[in-house]
Antibody, heavy 122, light 103 residues
Framework: DVQLVESGGDLVQPGGSLRLSCAAS????????MSWVRQAPGKGLEWAAN????????YFVDSVKGRFTITRDNAKNSLFLQMNSLRAEDTAVYYC???????????????WGQGTLVTVSS | DIQMTQSPSTLSASVGDRVTITCRTS??????LAWYQQKPGKAPKPLIY???SLESGVPSRFSGSGSGTEFTLTISSLQPDDFATYYC?????FGQGTKVEIK
């Protein structure tokens, strides 16, 4: 079965750091763009970051630029999100998602993980 | 940046009703629009991609249409399992969501 499993969510103080992981299985991970999508409590979905197949292209939503880094290890079928200088507004469930791509770029997210909760609070 | 507006924000309906949700974009996105269903505490479930293509395993009562700046998600006969929140999406932007509630 195609599957994404996130881990690493935790309670962290403002200004702290956290590293999220996403383990992929059931598909050729190195063939796909991957994204992190987050959802604050009671709020809608917000795309946070994505990375291309070989890690040479990375994009971020403005609110996390300079604080978050996205990487991948294709040999281990894993995606990562390094989050530094965390703020209360980063509190959210973070989902790992596989992108469907076409000539126009992202056409949607066709596989999602179950999510991992990040809480930023003192 | 592109803006996406879903309407209504909340919809009250009964089992068996035909339900339509609209997503409008601030500029043309051709047919590069997707729809998702989300239930409380769960990950979003992909329903539709490229405006009208049904994801594998999604019941045929779900359909999508539109192009340019106006899109619709239609549920032809609402079932108990369909009470959820629905989101449209184009590239890195999601609509604000439409909650379908029991009337």
């Amino acid at each position: 079965d195609v599957q994404l499993v996130e881990s690493g969510g935790d309670l962290v103080q403002p200004g702290g750091s956290l590293r999220l992981s996403c383990a992929a299985s059931g598909f050729i991970f190195s063939n796909y763009w991957m994204s992190w999508v987050r959802q604050a409590p009671g709020k809608g979905l917000e795309w946070a970051a994505n990375i291309n197949q070989d890690g040479s292209q990375k994009y971020f939503v403005d609110s996390v630029k300079g604080r978050f880094t996205i990487t991948r290890d294709n040999a281990k079928n894993s995606l990562f999100l390094q989050m530094n200088s965390l703020r209360a507004e980063d509190t959210a469930v973070y989902y790992c998602a596989r992108e469907r791509r076409g000539a126009a770029g992202n056409l949607g997210f066709d596989v999602w993980g179950q999510g991992t909760l990040v809480t930023v609070s003192s | 940046d592109i803006q996406m507006t879903q309407s209504p924000s909340t919809l009250s309906a009964s089992v068996g009703d035909r339900v339509t949700i609209t997503c409008r974009t601030s500029q043309s996105v051709s047919t590069w629009l997707a729809w998702y269903q989300q239930k409380p505490g769960k990950a979003p479930k992909p329903l539709i991609y490229e405006a009208s293509s049904l994801e594998s395993g999604v019941p045929s009562r779900f359909s999508g249409s539109g192009s340019g700046t106006e899109f619709t998600l239609t549920i032809s006969s609402l079932q108990p399992d369909d009470f959820a929140t629905y989101y449209c999406q184009y590239r890195g932007t999601f609509g604000q969501g439409t909650k379908v509630e029991i009337k």
